[in-house]
T-cell receptor, first 112, second 116 residues
Framework: DADVTQTPRNRITKTGKRIMLECSQT?????MYWYRQDPGLGLRLIYY???????NKGEISDGYSVSRQAQAKFSLSLESAIPNQTALYFC???????????FGQGTRLTVV | AQSVSQHNHHVILSEAASLELGCNYS??????LFWYVQYPGQHLQLLLK??????LVKGIKGFEAEFIKSKFSFNLRKPSVQWSDTAEYFC??????????????FGTGTRLQVTL
């Protein structure tokens, strides 16, 4: 969905480097999520934010941090990237409690 | 905390065969349920959703799912699959009320391969 934009789309980085993945949305949604997708493991929730001042850890938050700079922007940082953080990362948004989530196109991150 | 189980990890069907993908969730309260599809190289797109009312939900592209509360299940069905249905399918659950349970939790996915 073009209303949820992730940058970059692909990134190769070295072990130990700090990297930031960005997500912006024009849907006016209050809720934003970061997931990572690994083969056979589905989508696992890293962090989620119900509004600008409400940020929560998901099931696999270790090694990651987030920033909700505005309602429309939610960034994911890897403070010191490691190879097992190589994955496909998705940002998603939703509105309130009774809507589905809308996904960005994904960021393929490779840590070498 | 809620969880989702998808028992079929990889399904191979011939075109025109019928499809049923299993989804069971674990959560004690009221739920919203979803099926998403991910075509090769693409992001997730919503196939269908259940919020309340008729437990038989119809989605796009001829897919449907039935919510059976007593079995904590939300299985996805299609009477006749097409080659273009080759994709990965994800079931997801969340609570419709405020709080951390209203985050969306996914199953591990089922990869469907349809052969000609």
């Amino acid at each position: 969905d073009a209303d949820v934009t992730q940058t970059p789309r692909n990134r190769i980085t070295k072990t130990g480097k700090r990297i930031m993945l960005e997500c912006s949305q024009t849907k006016g949604h209050d809720r934003m999520y970061w997931y990572r997708q690994d083969p056979g493991l589905g989508l696992r929730l890293i962090y989620y934010s119900f509004d600008v001042k409400d940020i929560n850890k998901g099931e696999i938050s270790d090694g990651y941090s987030v920033s909700r700079q505005a309602q429309a922007k939610f960034s994911l940082s890897l403070e010191s990237a490691i190879p097992n953080q190589t994955a496909l990362y998705f940002c998603a948004t939703s509105y309130g409690v009774r809507t589905e989530a809308f996904f960005g196109q994904g960021t393929r991150l490779t840590v070498v | 905390a809620q969880s989702v189980s998808q028992h079929n990890h990889h399904v191979i069907l011939s075109e025109a065969a019928s499809l049923e993908l299993g989804c069971n969730y674990s959560y004690g309260g009221t739920v919203n349920l979803f099926w998403y599809v991910q075509y090769p190289g693409q992001h997730l797109q919503l196939l269908l959703k259940y919020f309340s009312g008729d437990p038989l939900v119809k989605g796009i592209k001829g897919f449907e799912a039935e919510f059976i509360k007593s079995k904590f299940s939300f299985n996805l069905r299609k009477p006749s699959v097409q080659w273009s249905d080759t994709a990965e399918y994800f079931c997801a659950v969340k609570s419709p009320y405020t709080g951390t349970a209203s985050k969306l939790t996914f199953g591990t996915g089922t990869r469907l391969q349809v052969t000609l």
